[in-house]
């Protein structure tokens, strides 16, 4: 059974940080890219980051570029967002994927598997 795992997620003030996990199982993982990506209310699921199969490529975007980190363990089957000074535009509903290839790309389209997500909230 595939299974992306989304955790860390909570509410903080503005400026603050949190560490967003995503723990995967049942799938190949350390050959694969892996993304993040977020949906505000009322809004469309955009891109935030993401990290090709060996770690050794990062895209971001560019809301978010300078305040978060994407890092990837192969060994733990595990993919982090790492969010510093968080705005209230950062307030969504966070969810991980994984590629279906070794690049790790800013396309829903080139996902094939998604979690559930995890609410982050960020108030003013």
């Known amino acids: 059974q595939v299974q992306l795992v989304e955790s860390g997620g909570g509410l903080v003030q503005t400026g603050g940080s949190l560490r967003l996990s995503c723990a995967t199982s049942?799938?190949?993982?350390?050959?694969?890219?892996m993304g993040w990506f977020r949906q505000a209310p009322g809004k469309e699921r955009v891109f935030v980051a993401a990290?090709?199969?060996?770690?050794?490529?990062?895209i971001y975007a560019d809301s978010v570029k300078g305040r978060i980190a994407i890092s990837r363990d192969n060994a733990k089957k595990t993919v982090y967002l790492q969010m510093n000074n968080l705005l209230p535009e950062d307030t969504a509903v966070y969810y991980c994927?994984?590629?279906?290839?070794?690049?790790?790309?800013?396309?829903?389209?080139?996902?094939?598997?998604w979690g559930q997500g995890t609410q982050v909230t960020v108030s003013s």
């Open positions: 990290i090709n199969w060996s770690g050794g490529t990062i």
């Open positions: 049942g799938l190949t993982f350390s050959l694969y890219g």
């Open positions: 994927a994984r590629s279906r290839t070794t690049i790790g790309s800013d396309k829903q389209e080139d996902y094939g598997y």
